[in-house]
């Protein structure tokens, strides 16, 4: 809800296999291409190195990706299914607007936690891809436009500052909220995780000019 992520739309180019020893392969192929970038970063990682922690010969790999880019993209899809976190009010039933961003600031600043170390992978790729990095940016502007369709509500509302352009509200607020997500769990600065949240909560209602109870 509140914050800037990875592209999505780089989804694997290739029809899905059809047979279930094909699924386990291909699931087998992506879950040993996020531990090999991992360890080794994207640059130095070897579709051999791959194929081997997966089980699976070398040359089956390109029955189901043509390389290595394709292969990461298919592992930035399936990290995205778990950083984004939309339709927080359904999920959670709440309503009061400082706990919705509470919520959503708390869940996005876990799965980064959890998934530190192929954010930092990611980093790495956005530099010197330069698709993966345009698709990161139109990523980041859906993400900012349901934000800053969040902040419009509120500003209907009569609840937040009507002064404030609802985009660039959001496209700021989220990119503080992922950057600072990279400084403590990709850069490793000491920040304990509750004030964490509870700090960029409070900056969201600070700049939003929230009205409370």
Excluded: C
């Amino acid at each position: 809800m509140v914050s800037e992520s990875v592209a999505r739309d780089t989804a694997p180019r290739r029809v899905a296999p059809s047979t279930k020893r094909g699924v386990r392969t291909r699931s087998a192929l992506i879950t040993a291409a996020r531990e090999i970038f991992e360890r080794d970063g994207y640059l130095e990682a070897k579709i051999s190195d791959i194929a081997k922690a997966a089980g699976a010969a070398a040359g089956s790999f390109y029955t189901y990706f043509d390389g290595k880019e394709e292969i990461f993209a298919a592992v930035v899809e399936q990290v995205q299914d778990e950083m984004v976190h939309p339709h927080v009010r359904e999920r959670t039933g709440v309503t009061d607007p400082r706990e919705l961003i509470e919520a959503a600031n708390r869940e996005y600043l876990l799965s980064y936690k959890r998934n530190a170390r192929l954010m930092a992978v990611f980093e790495e790729v956005y530099l010197i891809n330069e698709e993966f990095r345009r698709l990161r940016l139109e990523r980041g502007k859906a993400f900012a436009q349901r934000n800053a369709k969040m902040i419009r509500q509120l500003q209907e509302s009569g609840l937040a500052s009507a002064e404030l352009d609802p985009m660039i509200t959001a496209q700021a607020l989220g990119m503080m909220v992922g950057r600072m997500a990279n400084l403590v769990f990709v850069q490793h600065q000491r920040i304990a995780f509750e004030k964490l949240v509870t700090t960029v909560t409070q900056l969201w209602v600070n700049a939003l000019q929230l009205k409370t109870d």
